[in-house]
């Protein structure tokens, strides 16, 4: 059985998730979902009414990202492990560090023990929150479509994806047909690990 949680994105801009350098991973935002998601299970992020380039309507979500999660790595662990996902502040979009999502430097002299790195991406005052879910989601097989062109699934394969917006994602016990169509469709991803 292949577990997989759903949530509506709001933004895509390589930054939550971040699908570049080889691996997928979620550093930001949806704390309580990195949070409980255990690795093995698989997240999904669907389109929204509120993306930017692909709004749909309740029902009519498309898929941006399918990915498993390989690993769950302290906001430390994330820092040591992979320095090329750590931000550059820069308005050069061909700097790929530029949506790096690696932004906690740990430093056992901030309050909360980590200094936030400069990033065009995310504020100070989402640190709190992205603390929150103390761990990164890191994953080695995922299917980035991207919301520029996020993958149609048809009603029979469609997983539970939640209505609103919500904390803690819609869950589907058994999304294995899912995922093996996604699977199917590996040359329209924009960056994926099976190509």
């Known amino acids: 059985m292949e577990k997989l949680y759903s949530y509506k994105m709001t933004h ?54 399918l990915a498993k ?24 979009k061909n700097v790929l560090e530029r949506y790096g999502d690696n932004i906690y430097q740990p430093d056992a002299s901030a309050e909360d ?36 062109s996020p993958l149609e699934i048809p009603s029979d394969l469609r997983p539970n994806v939640p209505k609103v917006r919500t904390r803690y994602g819609t869950i589907t016990e058994d999304a294995s047909a899912f995922v093996n169509y996604v699977r199917l469709h590996t040359k329209q991803c924009k960056y994926t690990d099976a190509i």
């Open 69 to 92: 999660v390989t690993h769950k790595l302290t906001f430390e662990e994330y820092w040591e492990q992979y320095p090329q996902k750590r931000s550059v502040c820069t308005d050069d």
């Open 12 to 65: 895509d801009n390589r930054f939550a998730p971040n699908p570049l350098f080889g691996v997928l991973t979620l550093a930001t935002c949806k704390p309580y979902m990195r949070l409980n998601m255990k690795e093995g299970e698989w997240i999904a992020g669907w389109t929204s009414a509120r993306i930017v380039h692909s709004p749909t309507e309740q029902g009519q979500e498309k898929l941006v990202y």
């Open 113 to 148: 023990g980590f200094i936030q790195m400069p990033n065009i991406h995310h504020g100070t005052d989402k640190k709190a929150k992205d603390l929150k879910g103390k761990y990164v989601l890191v994953c080695e097989e995922f299917y980035y479509f991207s919301c520029l």
